[in-house]
């Protein structure tokens, strides 16, 4: 598979990332990438369990209950800006399109 520069334009938009399409390198990079994906796709993996975990043991799950915590008075009258009892934060994220 190789990758060309439209790829690369797309790539880097759906991550929000500023890149120089015309730079060679991404192109190689990535191409190498997806060869190496390809390579992996062709594994016969027949009869081979998941692994789940490097790490042999389980951990123990917590019942599943819904709590506020008993403290959001405390906690909201630390926030610099509140309202209706929930955080007022500002804009992260603003859409470029």
């Not at 043991?57 to 929930?86: I, N, Y």
Request: aromatic share 6%; hydrophobic share 35%.
């Amino acid at each position: 598979m190789t990758i060309d520069k439209k790829t690369i334009d797309d790539v880097a938009r759906l991550a929000r990332l500023t890149i120089d399409s015309n730079d060679t390198h991404w192109a190689q990079n990535l191409t190498a990438i997806f060869e190496w994906i390809a390579q992996l796709e062709q594994v016969n993996t027949d009869g081979v369990e998941p692994l789940y975990s490097m790490a042999d043991h389980t951990l123990q799950a917590e019942p599943d209950e819904r709590s506020d915590g008993g403290c959001r008075d405390a906690v909201l009258k630390e926030s610099p800006q509140q309202s209706d009892g929930f955080f007022i934060v500002p804009t992260v994220i603003e859409r470029s399109d």
